[in-house]
Nanobody, 115 residues
Framework: QVQLVESGGGLVQAGGSLRLSCAAGGSAFSFNPVAWYRQAPGKQRRLVAHISSGGGTIYVESVKGRFTISRDNAKNTVYLQMNNLKAEDTAVYYC?????????WGQGTQVTVSS
């Protein structure tokens, strides 16, 4: 069983920065791909960024150049550094991983960007 705990969300002004953390317990974390998703009110949950077990990264077009996903396998933690935040980045951000073909989600952390 994999437990994911997100932290680092909050209220920030447009143009500001936040760093989200996703801490994993009970898993072979370093072997797993990890992704950040977000869900705005009334909208579907959508992929934001993905990092493979080898460190390769993928970003949705709207966050390229502003967000950086990284991982510290020694700490079983994946980060999402978010810079130059915009009002449209407001959402609940979720961490996701897949292990042994099962899908795991954290509880989410709220990010609110005021314009």
């Amino acid at each position: 069983q994999v437990q994911l705990v997100e932290s680092g969300g909050g209220l920030v002004q447009a143009g500001g920065s936040l760093r989200l953390s996703c801490a994993a317990g009970g898993s072979a974390f370093s072997f797993n791909p990890v992704a950040w998703y977000r869900q705005a009110p009334g909208k579907q949950r959508r992929l934001v960024a993905h990092i493979s077990s080898g460190g390769g990264t993928i970003y949705v077009e709207s966050v390229k150049g502003r967000f950086t996903i990284s991982r510290d396998n020694a700490k079983n933690t994946v980060y999402l550094q978010m810079n130059n935040l915009k009002a449209e980045d407001t959402a609940v951000y979720y961490c996701n991983t897949i292990e042994n073909r099962s899908n795991y989600w954290g509880q989410g952390t709220q990010v609110t960007v005021s314009s």
